[in-house]
């Protein structure tokens, strides 16, 4: 019983900061862009844990903060493990999330930490000869397109891996969903989307009437709807905002203000008409600055302190992230690779997508946004 309610207090601990990380790394990656986006801070925020569980010193304190870990190990560790299993035994959907240490060859990591590593994130690990980079790329490459259903290819490029590479954590997350009630293809027609308050364009717009759960969202000057996946685990949600100019920024600014999960669980379900624009958004993101800005800069240094993974002086020469997403009648594919290298207004029945809005793929028990982005214009 004590060990069961250690993790599920370790559970709701991660979650919370999986949450927390999700919404800050959001507001400084997004700064100024006006592209679609996708991406998935979890999988970010999981890669950089296992990383933060070798750090000491300066380096583990940056990163712990950051990322919002747990003073007591015991604990976060726990709700690592008991969050990646619960996300892979999801009902209804396709849900992997994956981890894999990729060391040199002949480079010797801590055996206490790849124990660590196999316990709490269920990673493997292999070695590779990075002195051969063309075919460390791709033993890598290949275990990612594994993991994504050949989705996610290439994340790693041969010219990235060096001599000096040591070690590359990878995390991976797949998902695809069919909607619990799909829209009719024959009611998706092309309607106005307006980019800006001077650009529209007319783009195939799905139409579906259903019970959702739909509310208004002050804080945010916006609206939202939430579109279940079958399973019931997992579903889509979107933040529309009620004004175009600004009207994404002021989610992105706010959204840290908002507990989705306890606002769902006051709303209702009531008859709604959702109107929402079919997309496929992938990006390729090199997360660097990101982490700087966000106080994770000692890890890029020579000063970096990765002494529980090695022996050696170990540094993070790259953290990138690959990610896409599709959204159609049946429902979404989304799948996302972070590699961490080592060395408007709607009527009260009617949800009217037709301008840039926020989007989230949500874990209802947890609450965690397994994958975010923004759609500024539908493609």
Known sequence: MGEEIHENNGLQAIAEAANHFATSFLKVL???KSNNLIMSPLSVQVVLAMAAYGANGKTATQMRSALLLPDNDSLGQSGYRSLITLLNSAEGVELRLANKIFTASGFAVKSTYKELMTAKFLSSSQEVDFGDAST??????????????????????????CADTKLVLVNAVYFKGQWERKFDPSRTQDRPFYV???????????CIKHKFRMQALPELDASF?????????????????????NGLKTIEDNLHEVNLKERLQQISLRDVVVYL???????????Q?????????????????FSGIAEFSLKVSKVVQKAFIEVNEEGTEAAAVTKMQITKRCGPREFEVNQPYYYAIYHRNTGISLFNGIVQQPN
């Not at 308050?197 to 717009?205: F, I, L, S, Y």
């Not at 399973?231 to 100019?245: A, R, Y």
């Not at 600055?289 to 000063?303: A, D, Q, R, S």
Request: with cysteine; charged share 25%.
């Open 30 to 32: 997004v700064g100024d």
């Open 136 to 161: 460390a790329a791709k033993i890598i490459n290949t275990w990612c397109e594994e993991q994504t259903n050949n989705r996610i290819k290439d994340v790693i490029t041969p010219n990235s891996i």
């Open 196 to 206: 800006d308050e001077k650009t529209t364009k007319h783009v195939p717009t799905m």
């Open 225 to 245: 709807i939430e579109l279940p996946y079958q399973g019931g685990e997992l579903s889509m949600i979107i933040i529309l905002p009620n004004k175009i100019v």
């Open 277 to 287: 624009p079919k997309f496929k958004i992938e990006c390729s993101l090199d997360l």
């Open 289 to 305: 600055n990101t982490l700087i800005k966000l106080g994770m800069t000692e890890m890029f240094t020579n000063g970096a302190d």
